[in-house]
């Protein structure tokens, strides 16, 4: 199995500042044949199901605020929110799709400072 | 639009099979993979299984000796049966649609969830 790692577990940022998660996956998620990163970023809200964010790790989902941002390659990975929202506050997870079982990382818990 | 909505009973108590329904609207159900997943109280998201177009499944290894996909084209439905619950087993159950990628890919479209409590 492909185990995704996520850090910080938690953070606290001020509103309009920038929050960074990273993501690191236990073996490479790049599909050289179409240079394409099978990984995904999901928002997570209380009693709302998973929002797709991100895909092929730095493609915005459409209706996605542009505040959000994915990058990295091969094992790393970061979801950046450039200017932290009151709305933003939630549990986001990245997921690798490069095999099954498409594992997902343990989730970052984004506050408020 | 695409529409899921997960039914079955919310409490299950241990030892028995948790029985869940997701119901697809606005899709074709022979088109896409369909999938299971959990997320226990204050936990992270914990992929279960998929059901292929074939009808064919995919479960987890952790689970896959409990976990029993299904299809009902007519209907449009899937289905997710999970033998010999325990309180482990507690957590929202989501159903989702997989897009189209190869091996596996990302889900766009959620159910709401639904709670399953196991308990005496």
């Known amino acids: 199995d492909i185990v995704m790692t996520q850090s910080p577990d938690s953070l606290a940022v001020s509103l309009g500042e920038r929050a960074t998660i990273n993501c690191k996956s236990s073996q490479s998620v790049l599909y050289t044949s179409n240079n394409k990163n099978y990984l995904a970023w999901y928002q997570v809200k209380p009693g709302q199901p998973p929002k797709l964010l991100i895909y092929w790790a730095s493609t915005r989902e459409s209706g996605v605020p542009d505040r959000f941002s994915g990058s990295g390659s091969e094992t790393d990975f970061t979801l950046t929110i450039s200017s932290l929202q009151a709305e933003d506050v939630a549990v986001y997870f990245c997921q690798q799709y490069f095999d099954t079982p498409p594992l997902f990382g343990g989730g970052t818990k984004v506050e408020i400072k | 639009q695409v529409q899921l909505q997960e039914s079955g009973p919310g409490l299950v108590k241990p030892s028995e099979t948790l029985s869940l329904t997701c119901s697809v609207s606005?899709?074709?159900?022979?088109?896409?993979?369909w999938i299971w997943v959990r997320q226990p109280a204050g936990k992270g998201l914990e992929w279960i299984g998929r059901i292929y177009t074939s009808g064919n499944t995919k479960s987890h290894p952790s689970l896959s000796s409990r976990v029993t996909m299904s299809m009902d084209r007519s209907k449009k439905q899937v289905s997710l049966q999970l033998t010999s619950v325990t309180v482990a087993d507690t957590a929202i159950y989501f159903c989702?649609?997989?897009?189209?990628?190869?091996?596996?890919?990302?889900?766009?479209?959620w159910g709401r969830g639904i709670p399953v409590t196991v308990s005496p």
């Open positions: 606005g899709a074709s159900i022979n088109t896409y993979y």
């Open positions: 989702a649609r997989e897009e189209e990628c190869g091996t596996a890919c990302y889900s766009r479209h």
